[in-house]
């Protein structure tokens, strides 16, 4: 068997020789380079430097810490190179967090896109979507044909630190991704691989259940879209996924079967090996260019996962009917969507819930001064034997209604311009289940109401809002009361602007009344047109009655920032 790093490097050089080829070419096509300029750049360079102070509490961030910043986008003559850059670094004798350096370049001409260093790419939902990675990448669109590919490191190894919070021992990780396609996006059809594995060079089996285990996963996507008419059109994009936890596992299995043979040379299949698949169809309609609507059916199996993605929600099988509509010249919008889910795909869990998930929103603009936005929500879980019967008093069935509502009024005149909201929200939750009903039923609702007045002439804006908010359940009651003040102005022919904002709440949770007082300054002065300098101060002071509970403390935080445009 041939070693999996040729394959890697091979896949690399076929990468880059597209790249470069392919530029090559074009760049005998310059049919106006007399009239393209050479070389343009433009873009923000920025530095930054943060102070932080507290009292009462431990603190949550370094006393002192500064940065940098870039964001470029440069022209060689009708190739577009944006590139950006970020260098972060925190120093204090009290914390020893290492430097955050990111470094990614994405070069661009007509239909051809690069990646290099720190990127991203989405391929498809359920392969490579959008997991960053240090390497190189290449999209080409040429007509109707679709290509992209890439090659890089997705996890950098590290040992466990037990003074980091968020410390875990990991390997490097490394993979490629490549997708074929043909089409348009009304019409197309791609084909994806993706192929991550972990380093195994240092690996040294444990007893320990929690530690990790070299993996690897062999991805194969399919996308496709169809515009079967001009008004309905069908979607599909579904991939399996096959996955080994450990590739050091001693125990191999032997298997028959088409396509076998490619897939054990591309990873390791043992006992820890499985597959699993995921997929999503939509049906949709448009009976207007105004409205519209659509059937879509998901299923993802129990466990399944890529490494080409940070989360995938797994376990679900999920039917979904939306429908919108924009009726009476666009005054009244209309939003809703009905589905039902439910999980225990596999039939091992002991229960298998159910949930009804109802939405509905719309927003009518009665005329230029007034409109009313709402929205109700209906989600509900109801859990049912799976492989033992459930016990009344631990069944699930659960309704939870979310519901809202928001007048608003918007005036202007010559000197003066005027907006007000008023917002009620109520968030019931419901237990059929007699035997839990009270320790989980619970109602809370929250009142809001802002009022924003600018004077026009002077640059100048004045905010202000109250808010209230309960808290009701069987176990206890508690209310949150509060209110805002903020202005902003602008000087100096808008070269100089101050922002400041209050936030005052009084608390009576659970016996425990506190208050929290939020005060935040910020002013950005622009002396001329590249030059921006910026400070910012935000004060917090929590204060508690009981503070066996809770600790009150005091907390201050400073960033002073110049920027440089070009």
């Known amino acids: 068997m041939k070693n999996k790093r040729t394959y890697s490097l091979k896949y690399l050089c076929l990468l880059l020789w597209l790249v470069f080829s392919t530029l090559n070419t074009e760049a005998q096509d310059f049919t106006n ?3 393209m300029k050479p070389f343009t750049i433009g873009g923000d360079l920025g530095v930054s430097s943060v102070f932080y102070n507290a009292s009462g509490i431990e603190d949550r961030q370094s006393p002192f810490s500064y940065g940098i910043n870039a964001n470029l986008m440069m022209t060689i003559y009708d190739i577009s190179l944006p590139f950006s850059f970020v260098w972060y670094n925190q120093q204090s004798s009290d914390f020893n967090y290492p430097s955050f350096n990111r470094f990614g370049i994405s070069p661009k001409y007509k239909w051809i896109t690069g990646h290099f260093g720190h990127r991203s790419m989405q391929l498809s939902e359920y392969t490579l979507n959008g997991h960053t990675f240090l390497g190189a990448g290449v999209e080409l669109t040429p007509g109707k044909f679709r290509f992209a590919a890439m090659y890089g490191k997705f996890n950098q190894n590290s040992d466990f630190d037990p003074y980091m919070a968020d410390s875990f021992p990991r390997f490097s990780r490394k993979g490629w991704a490549t997708k074929v396609g043909y089409g348009t996006e009304k019409t197309f059809v791609d084909v994806t691989l993706l192929r991550i594995g972990d380093d195994t060079k240092n690996y040294v089996p444990s007893l320990d259940p929690a530690a990790p285990t070299p993996a690897q996963n062999l991805a194969v996507g399919l996308t496709s879209k169809v515009a079967i008419t001009p008004k309905l059109s069908f979607l599909i994009d579904g ?28 990873i390791d299949i043992n006992l820890t090996s499985t597959y699993y698949t995921a997929f999503k169809t939509a049906l949709a309609y448009k009976f207007t260019d105004k409205i519209g609507t659509s059937l879509e059916y998901r299923r993802i199996d129990p466990e399944y996962q890529s490494l080409g993605a940070y989360f995938c929600n797994n376990d679900l099988e999920l039917i979904t009917v939306n429908a919108n509509a924009a009726l009476w010249k666009n005054k009244l919008i209309v ?13 091992t869990k002991k229960f298998t819930s159910n949930r009804v998930v109802g939405s509905l929103a719309g927003t009518i603009n009665i005329n230029q001064k007034w409109g009313v936005d709402a929205n109700y929500s209906n989600f509900s879980t109801n859990q049912r034997s799976g492989r033992i019967a459930i016990i009344d008093s631990l069944r699930l069935f659960q309704v939870n209604h979310n519901f809202s509502v928001m007048p608003r009024f918007t005036t202007v005149t010559s000197n003066h311009s005027h907006f007000a909201m008023l917002n009620f929200s109520r968030m019931q939750l419901d237990d059929k289940n007699k035997s839990t009903a009270s320790q989980t039923e619970t109602i809370t609702s929250i009142i809001m109401a802002n009022y924003s007045l600018g004077f026009l002439k002077s640059r100048m804006n004045i905010t202000m809002g109250l808010n209230y908010t309960t808290l009701e359940n069987n176990m206890y009651q508690g209310n949150m009361t509060g209110g805002s003040l903020g202005a902003s102005k602008s000087m100096l022919k808008d070269k100089l602007s101050l922002n400041w904002n209050n936030t005052f709440m009084l608390n009576q949770i659970g016996g425990n009344d506190g208050t929290t007082f939020n005060s935040s300054l910020s002013s950005n002065f622009r002396p001329f047109l590249k030059h921006t300098f910026s400070l910012s101060l935000n004060y917090i002071s929590n204060k508690y009655s009981n503070t066996n509970n809770s600790s009150s403390f005091n907390e201050i935080r400073g960033e002073i920032r110049y920027a440089y445009t070009f």
């Open 33 to 35: 380079i007399k009239d």
């Open 239 to 266: 991939a399996v996924s096959c996955f080994t936890k450990n590739a050091k596992d001693s125990i191999e299995v032997e298997l028959t079967g088409f396509g076998v043979s490619l897939i054990q040379k591309m």
């Open 335 to 347: 939003r809703g969507s009905l589905g039902m889910q439910h999980d225990n795909l596999g039939k």
